[in-house]
């Protein structure tokens, strides 16, 4: 009898959660590298939902993406052999810095963008992008991991169209009609997600607790972007902050949170990640074109002066908590660890 698990030599365990654990592992025969072994306990995971992770993660194969090895079910567990990812996940990079420069993040965020896109290009919503889903290898790659809440569009569905259910993910990253209960479109919400990551990377705390009524933060957000002021710089100000960010990549930020997926009257809709992969920001500095609020410059002498400026004008508070109600400064929500939860409408 076929004993796939004798095969492996078990090392040190690298994390564990609710569902069980992962471990460091290397095969025997023929020796190999390291892998990441994910063992589920089948008492506290279904083996249906498990194995539909499984063929989704057969189906990917991209440089961002973790690769699937091999998996098999042996005594009460499900085993995952993945390909290691030695760096650790980025979420512990960043707590580490407190938070990355814009050049530090650059690269990360580029990967993030290149994997989203190759999903997206493929039908597949992640729905649970977070730092702590982003894995680096031993040079600094991304690769995107846990597709456990990941929905697959099937062949000749419209994903621009069709409306999902359910409202999972992790709650400080959850774009706002996710948590807003009346189902929504895939796409834009792991936009928002992304958003949510370069925010923390750079910034070393999260925009909003949730992007929910159960956060004074967002209200205030909702207001403010209503009014044409930005994203970024609103949220630095409930802090008494100010926003050091370049003007690139606070309107990359501001795109990537808008609260209205679809865009509305003169508000245009969230980037798609295509636009994303293309944006200015994302290019060499030096040589790159300065966009914001409509204006390109392509003199380095004219973005660099420009950039100055943005930099030195101290941005005043913004507390919008209602119609003539003022917020007082609250702690910024720092960067911890989210459980990811699930729950049908």
């Not at 995107?144 to 409306?163: M, Q, R, S, W, Y």
């Not at 973005?303 to 508070?317: D, F, G, S, T, V």
């Amino acid at each position: 009898m076929e004993r796939p698990w004798e095969n492996y030599h078990w090392e040190s365990e690298l994390g564990a959660g609710g569902y069980g654990k992962v471990v460091m592992a290397r095969q025997k025969d023929p020796p190999g590298p390291k892998v990441a072994a994910k063992i589920i306990s089948l008492s506290r995971m279904k083996r249906t939902a498990i194995e539909k992770e499984v063929k989704l993660m057969e189906s990917l194969n991209h440089a961002n993406i973790i690769k699937l090895i091999t998996h098999f079910v042996y005594e009460k567990n499900y085993c995952i052999i993945m390909e290691l990812a030695s760096g650790g996940e980025l979420f512990s990079r960043v707590i580490s810095s407190g938070r990355l420069t814009e050049a530090q993040a650059r690269p990360y965020f580029a990967n993030l963008i290149a994997a989203v896109e190759y999903m997206h290009a493929n039908g597949v919503v992640h729905r649970d992008l977070k730092l702590e889903n982003i894995l680096l290898d031993e040079y600094g790659n991304c690769k995107v991991c846990d597709f456990g809440l990941a929905h697959v569009f099937a062949a000749g569905e419209d994903p621009h169209t069709i409306k999902l259910k359910e409202v999972c993910g992790s709650k400080s990253y959850c774009a706002p009609e996710v948590l807003g209960g009346k189902g929504y479109v895939g796409f834009p919400t792991d936009v928002w997600s992304c958003g949510i990551c370069l925010f923390a990377m750079l910034a070393g705390f999260f925009p909003l607790d949730e992007a929910s009524g159960g956060d004074w933060r967002f209200g205030s957000v909702r207001t403010a972007a209503a009014s044409g002021q930005s994203t970024c710089h609103t949220i630095y100000g409930f802090y008494e902050r100010q926003c050091t960010l370049s003007a690139q990549v606070v309107a990359l930020i501001d795109a990537m949170m808008r609260i209205i997926p679809e865009g509305y009257g003169d508000q245009k809709p969230r980037p798609t990640v295509g636009e994303i992969a293309s944006d200015s920001w994302l290019q060499v500095p030096s040589d790159s074109v300065y966009r914001s609020g409509g204006l390109a410059m392509s003199d380095p002498d004219a973005i660099r002066a420009m950039l100055a400026e943005e930099n030195e004008k101290p941005q005043a508070p913004v507390y919008r908590g209602g119609v003539g109600e003022e917020k007082a400064p609250s702690k910024a929500p720092g960067l911890a660890r989210q459980q990811a939860f699930e729950r049908e409408l």
